[in-house]
C-alpha cells in the first residue's frame, strides 16, 4: 500500500516504468526473447490481490449483502423484511440456505474484476500523486498526507465502479428477484441483454451519478483512514501493537473496520438512492419502491435529487437509512478481510509495491 511504498526505494518512477516497459519490449523483440518484465508481473500479481481480496470479503457476508438491498427496495405497503435477524430468518423459511446467497455469484463475478481495478488504481494513482507532490513541494522524502490518500482512494473508487456499473445494476436486481417474482432473470449474462432489449443502453447506468458521489465519501475514507492508522499506529507505537515494525492481523483488521465504518456510514444515503433508482423500469419487479400509498403505483424518478425528494417526501428521512442495520454489520468484516487478505495474497505472491522519485 502508500504507506509500504514510500518505505522501499527504487530507481523506477511512475513516469519511468512505463518506458522502461517499453524498452525492455523493443530489446526482447530484437533478442527474439519473450521474457516478461519484472514491472508487468508485480501489476498482475496486485490485480490478482485484489479480485481474490474482493470475491472472499463478499462471499463471508452475502447473507448480510443480499437482506440489505431487500430493505432498501421493498414495498413500503407490503413489508416482508423487518429488521436484521427476521429478514434472515424469512429468507431461510421461504427460500432456504440457497436463497440467502442468491445473487452471490454475479456479485462476485462483478466485484473480483471491481476489487482488482480499484486496488491497482489507488497504488497508481497513490504513485502518481506522490511523485507529483514531491516534484511541486521540493521534499524528496514527502509521503501522501491523508487529504492526498483520498484523493487517490476517489479516483480508483470512480475508475472501478464506471468499469463495472452495468454490472452491479442487474446484480441488484438478481439479488431482488424472488421464486415468485413474474419473470425470472437466468443469470447476469440475461439481465444484461434483458435489460439493453427491453430498456435501453442508458438503464445499464441508472443510478451512476448517486454512485459516483458517493465514492468520495465511501472509497476515499476508506483508504485514507485505513493508511492513516497504520501509520500512526507504526510512528506511534501505541498500544504496544507493533512488532518488528509490522502490524498484526488482528491490528490491521481493526484498522479495516475502523475505515469501512467511516465510509459507509456517511455514504449511504447515496446507496439507497442508488439502488431505488436501479430498480425503476423494471415492470415485473415483485419488490419495487411504491408510491405515496394511494395509488401505490412504482415512482418513476426523474434524477438523483428527484429520488431523494420522493424517498424523503412519502416515506420519511429514516427510508433514507433502510437496510443500515445489517450493512454495518456486513461492512465491518467485509471491508477489514478485503484488505487484510489483499495484503496476505500480495506476500505470498512476492509483489512488490513502490515509489520513488
Same mark, same amino acid.
Given at each position: 500500500?502508500?504507506?509500504?511504498?514510500?518505505?522501499?526505494?527504487?530507481?523506477?518512477?511512475?513516469?519511468?516504468?512505463?518506458?522502461?516497459?517499453?524498452?525492455?519490449?523493443?530489446?526482447?523483440?530484437?533478442?527474439?526473447?519473450?521474457?516478461?518484465?519484472?514491472?508487468?508481473?508485480?501489476?498482475?500479481?496486485?490485480?490478482?490481490?485484489?479480485?481474490?481480496?474482493?470475491?472472499?470479503?463478499?462471499?463471508?457476508?452475502?447473507?448480510?449483502?443480499?437482506?440489505?438491498?431487500?430493505?432498501?427496495?421493498?414495498?413500503?405497503?407490503?413489508?416482508?423484511?423487518?429488521?436484521?435477524?427476521?429478514?434472515?430468518?424469512?429468507?431461510?423459511?421461504?427460500?432456504?440456505?440457497?436463497?440467502?446467497?442468491?445473487?452471490?455469484?454475479?456479485?462476485?463475478?462483478?466485484?473480483?474484476?471491481?476489487?482488482?481495478?480499484?486496488?491497482?488504481?489507488?497504488?497508481?494513482?497513490?504513485?502518481?500523486?506522490?511523485?507529483?507532490?514531491?516534484?511541486?513541494?521540493?521534499?524528496?522524502?514527502?509521503?501522501?498526507?491523508?487529504?492526498? !490518500? #483520498?484523493?487517490? =482512494? @476517489?479516483? /480508483? %473508487?470512480?475508475?472501478?465502479?464506471?468499469?463495472? +456499473? *452495468?454490472? &452491479?445494476?442487474? $446484480?441488484?436486481?438478481?439479488?431482488?428477484?424472488?421464486?415468485?417474482?413474474?419473470?425470472?432473470?437466468?443469470?447476469?449474462?440475461?439481465?444484461?441483454?434483458?435489460?439493453?432489449?427491453?430498456?435501453?443502453?442508458?438503464?445499464?447506468?441508472?443510478?451512476?451519478?448517486?454512485?459516483?458521489?458517493?465514492?468520495?465519501?465511501?472509497?476515499?475514507?476508506?483508504?485514507?483512514?485505513?493508511?492513516?492508522?497504520?501509520?500512526?499506529?507504526?510512528?506511534?507505537?501505541?498500544?504496544?501493537?507493533?512488532?518488528?515494525?509490522?502490524?498484526?492481523?488482528?491490528? !490491521? #483488521?481493526?484498522? =479495516? @473496520?475502523? /475505515? %469501512?465504518?467511516?465510509?459507509?456510514?456517511?455514504? +449511504? *444515503?447515496? &446507496?439507497?438512492? $442508488?439502488?431505488?433508482?436501479?430498480?425503476?423500469?423494471?415492470?415485473?419487479?415483485?419488490?419495487?419502491?411504491?408510491?405515496?400509498?394511494?395509488?401505490?403505483?412504482?415512482?418513476?424518478?426523474?434524477?438523483?435529487?428527484?429520488?431523494?425528494?420522493?424517498?424523503?417526501?412519502?416515506?420519511?428521512?429514516?427510508?433514507?437509512?433502510?437496510?443500515?442495520?445489517?450493512?454495518?454489520?456486513?461492512?465491518?468484516?467485509?471491508?477489514?478481510?478485503?484488505?487484510?487478505?489483499?495484503?496476505?495474497?500480495?506476500?505470498?505472491?512476492?509483489?512488490?509495491?513502490?515509489?520513488?522519485?
Amino acid at each position: 500500500m502508500a504507506s509500504e511504498d514510500v518505505a522501499r526505494k527504487t530507481s523506477d518512477s511512475a513516469v519511468s516504468t512505463i518506458v522502461n516497459l517499453a524498452e525492455e519490449a523493443k530489446l526482447a523483440s530484437r533478442e527474439g526473447v519473450r521474457a516478461p518484465s519484472h514491472a508487468f508481473l508485480s501489476i498482475c500479481k496486485s490485480l490478482v490481490a485484489g479480485g481474490v481480496a474482493g470475491g472472499v470479503s463478499r462471499t463471508a457476508v452475502a447473507p448480510l449483502e443480499r437482506l440489505k438491498i431487500l430493505l432498501q427496495v421493498q414495498n413500503p405497503h407490503s413489508i416482508k423484511y423487518n429488521g436484521t435477524m427476521q429478514g434472515l430468518k424469512y429468507i431461510w423459511g421461504t427460500e432456504g440456505f440457497r436463497g440467502l446467497f442468491k445473487g452471490n455469484g454475479t456479485n462476485c463475478a462483478r466485484i473480483v474484476p471491481n476489487s482488482a481495478v480499484k486496488f491497482f488504481s489507488y497504488e497508481q494513482a497513490s504513485r502518481g500523486i506522490l511523485w507529483l507532490y514531491r516534484r511541486q513541494s521540493g521534499k524528496e522524502d514527502a509521503q501522501l498526507t491523508p487529504l492526498l !490518500r #483520498l484523493g487517490a =482512494g @476517489a479516483c /480508483a %473508487g470512480i475508475i472501478a465502479m464506471s468499469a463495472t +456499473y *452495468p454490472m &452491479d445494476m442487474v $446484480r441488484g436486481r438478481l439479488t431482488v428477484q424472488t421464486e415468485k417474482s413474474p419473470r425470472q432473470y437466468r443469470g447476469i449474462f440475461h439481465a444484461l441483454s434483458t435489460v439493453l432489449k427491453e430498456e435501453g443502453p442508458r438503464a445499464l447506468y441508472r443510478g451512476w451519478l448517486p454512485s459516483v458521489i458517493g465514492v468520495v465519501p465511501y472509497v476515499g475514507l476508506n483508504f485514507a483512514v485505513y493508511e492513516s492508522l497504520k501509520d500512526w499506529l507504526i510512528k506511534s507505537k501505541a498500544f504496544d501493537l507493533v512488532e518488528d515494525n509490522e502490524l498484526s492481523v488482528t491490528t !490491521r #483488521l481493526a484498522c =479495516g @473496520a475502523v /475505515a %469501512g465504518t467511516f465510509g459507509q456510514t456517511v455514504a +449511504y *444515503p447515496l &446507496d439507497v438512492i $442508488r439502488r431505488r433508482m436501479q430498480m425503476v423500469g423494471w415492470r415485473d419487479a415483485s419488490s419495487v419502491v411504491t408510491g405515496d400509498g394511494k395509488s401505490k403505483a412504482s415512482l418513476e424518478y426523474t434524477g438523483m435529487v428527484d429520488a431523494f425528494r420522493k424517498t424523503v417526501r412519502h416515506e420519511g428521512f429514516r427510508a433514507l437509512y433502510k437496510g443500515l442495520v445489517p450493512n454495518s454489520v456486513k461492512v465491518v468484516p467485509s471491508i477489514a478481510i478485503a484488505f487484510v487478505t489483499y495484503e496476505a495474497v500480495k506476500d505470498v505472491l512476492g509483489v512488490e509495491m513502490r515509489i520513488s522519485d
